[in-house]
């Protein structure tokens, strides 16, 4: 399966979260912080923290240590949280 993060296509194995993709590939962070521009990418791995998002297939919020991939996925980074709480 292929993947794209960024624009640049990625294989992946099927069963594999966004975030696994990602840390496999070398990058550590895919989100930057609304106020100081921080990087942020994965911290608890299970859910809870909301470090992690990610915008895929043009959702943005979504938790990458959740999401598995698909075959085909748009992957992009985002600042800070997009959708109103
Ligand atoms: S790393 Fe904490 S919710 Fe994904």
């Known amino acids: 399966m292929r993947v794209r993060f960024e624009g640049?296509?990625?294989?992946?194995?099927?069963?594999?979260?966004?975030?696994?993709?990602?840390l496999s590939k070398g990058?550590?962070?895919?989100?930057?912080?609304?106020?100081?521009?921080?990087?942020?990418?994965l911290f608890c791995g299970i859910g809870v923290c909301f470090d992690c998002l990610v915008r895929v297939n043009g959702v943005p919020d979504v938790r990458a240590c959740q999401r598995v991939v698909a075959d085909g996925d748009d992957i992009r980074t985002q600042?800070?949280?997009?959708?109103?709480s």
């Open 79 to 84: 600042t800070g949280v997009e959708l109103p």
């Open 27 to 41: 990058i550590r962070s895919w989100r930057t912080t609304r106020g100081a521009d921080r990087p942020r990418g």
């Open 8 to 22: 640049e296509e990625i294989e992946v194995e099927a069963g594999q979260t966004v975030a696994g993709v990602l």
